[in-house]
């Protein structure tokens, strides 16, 4: 695309280039709809987001097929029970000495739980590099020699 072209769009609107710009171009709000950020400053704080707004509903479904494969049923998690779960594990994680800026390989099947620790990690600022306990022991090597892991 050219730059002129760049510069212009929505019917030869000048282009947003701040977060103001893009929330006035939005316009106002929906009645009793709280806004959402333009980008959350952090996977949990989506969550929170997503939770204010719909806390019953269901953030995550395991279908029977998978949930047998685990020894367990068919469910749902809500966004609440999502966010609950983190919070408790995030103490947890904080009480055995995780940090902000710390690393953290997080190594789990395929499965719902990863998300709780996922963002309770993430709400204590540390970072998490995934490993898949399929991978090749060389591949999990590799992660854990480069992501500075504690």
Not at 42 to 67: D, V
Not at 101 to 118: K, S
Request: overall charge negative; charged content about 20%; aromatic content about 6%.
């Amino acid at each position: 695309m050219h730059d002129a072209s760049r510069k212009r769009q929505n019917n030869d609107r000048p282009a947003s280039t701040t977060a103001e710009d893009s929330a006035a171009a939005a316009g106002p709000p929906s009645a009793g709809v709280e806004a959402a950020p333009l980008m959350p400053p952090s996977p949990y704080a989506a969550l929170q987001h997503a939770e204010r707004l719909h806390a019953a509903r269901p953030f995550l479904h395991l279908p029977a097929i998978t949930a047998a494969r685990y020894g367990m049923g068919e469910r749902d998690w809500s966004y609440a029970e999502v966010r609950e779960g983190a919070d408790a594990l995030a103490e947890a994680y904080r009480a055995a000495g995780c940090e902000p800026g710390m690393r953290v390989a997080l190594m789990l099947d395929n499965r719902p739980e990863f998300f709780l620790h996922f963002f309770a990690l993430n709400r204590l600022g540390v970072s998490v590099a995934p490993i898949h306990g399929e991978q090749d022991p060389g591949a999990i090597a590799h992660v854990l020699d480069h992501a500075d892991i504690v």
